[in-house]
């Protein structure tokens, strides 16, 4: 790691961490949703809305922060996107729970199960990766898996997409269930994006 002589705002490692810790309540939302009867969804829905909200203060505390300090631990442009992709992790869990509810899904298909199990490894591993920004240390695995982990994720959609188009569903179903597994699958996608951030950060730092 190169030597600096000026001093760093640190607190930035703080609230990406806590932006993390956020996710993983998201993901657990998701995995309560899985066994939850239609009764329950709304409550769950709910809660995963306030953890939404709690992500976009996390994100906005950063970008306050950013704005206000005159010397960052790495890249403002670094800072700003991995505080972005962050943010929209929990944007599409969000929207995800949120689709379920508003469209009366009774029954997710085969398959989605498979899809939130990979967003909660992802958000476990993320969570952990985090505060080793402060060192810049152990972070190669971390993104390894994390880009493994979107490709099993791109594996997974797409067998749901084939299940969905093959006859089984009415057509008006077909369309409420491949937006929502759509909008995981965006999720995957957006884990991979904060993995990409922080290889980008730890090659600068090296």
Do not use: C
Request: aromatic share 8%.
């Amino acid at each position: 790691m190169r030597f600096r002589l000026t001093p760093r705002e640190t607190s930035f490692y703080d609230m990406f961490a806590a932006s993390a810790d956020n996710i993983v309540t998201g993901s657990k939302l998701l995995m309560e949703l899985l066994g939850a009867d239609a009764s329950a969804r709304a409550e769950i829905a709910e809660r995963m809305r306030a953890a939404e909200h709690a992500g976009d203060d996390a994100t906005h505390a950063i970008f306050h922060q950013l704005n206000s300090s005159f010397i960052t631990p790495f890249d403002r442009e670094d800072i700003y996107n991995l505080a972005s992709s962050l943010d929209d992790i929990m944007d599409f869990m969000e929207e995800a729970v949120d689709l379920v509810v508003l469209y009366n899904v009774e029954d997710l298909p085969k398959g989605v199960d498979q899809q939130i199990e990979v967003l909660a490894r992802a958000a476990e591993l993320t969570a952990e990766a985090m505060p080793n920004l402060r060192t810049m240390d152990n972070l190669t695995e971390y993104w390894i898996e994390v880009n493994r982990l979107e490709n099993q994720a791109d594996q997974v959609h797409r067998k749901l997409l084939a299940h969905l188009f093959n006859g089984t569903y009415e057509a008006i179903e077909v369309l409420k269930l491949k937006q929502i597994v759509d909008v995981l699958e965006e999720a995957a996608d957006a884990f991979e994006h904060v993995a990409n951030t922080v290889e980008t950060i730890a090659v600068k730092e090296s």
